[in-house]
């Protein structure tokens, strides 16, 4: 069973950043793509950004030029960087594995996820 724990969420004004942290269990981490997701008021949940177990990534065109995932895999951890915020990326941000097999919708587990709230 996958454990995961999101973290580094707040508040930030428009044009501000954050960093997220995923922390994952570890028998699974280095043998899958890793994904964060995201889930805004009334809106279905998506994917935002992935990345390979070789570092390769893939980004939603809404975030693209912005967002940038990484891993650790020596700290079981992928991140995301967030920069140049948008009020509409306001959202529950979540991240889960292997994001290139399912769809959001097939996922069965989701850790607790990390509010991002961008307003001035």
């Known amino acids: 069973q996958v454990h995961l724990v999101e973290s580094g969420g707040g508040l930030v004004q428009p044009g501000g950043s954050l960093r997220l942290s995923c922390a994952a269990s570890?028998?699974?981490?280095?043998?899958?793509?890793m994904g964060w997701f995201r889930q805004a008021p009334g809106k279905q949940r998506e994917l935002v950004a992935a990345?390979?177990?070789?570092?390769?990534?893939n980004y939603a065109d809404s975030v693209k030029g912005r967002f940038t995932i990484s891993r650790d895999n020596a700290k079981n951890t992928v991140y995301l960087q967030m920069n140049s915020l948008k009020p509409e990326d306001t959202a529950v941000y979540l991240c889960?594995?292997?994001?290139?097999?399912?769809?959001?919708?097939?996922?069965?587990?989701w850790g607790q996820g990390t509010q991002v709230t961008v307003s001035s």
């Open positions: 889960n594995v292997d994001p290139y097999s399912r769809p959001v919708n097939e996922y069965e587990y």
């Open positions: 570890g028998s699974i981490f280095t043998i899958y793509p």
């Open positions: 990345i390979t177990t070789g570092g390769n990534t």
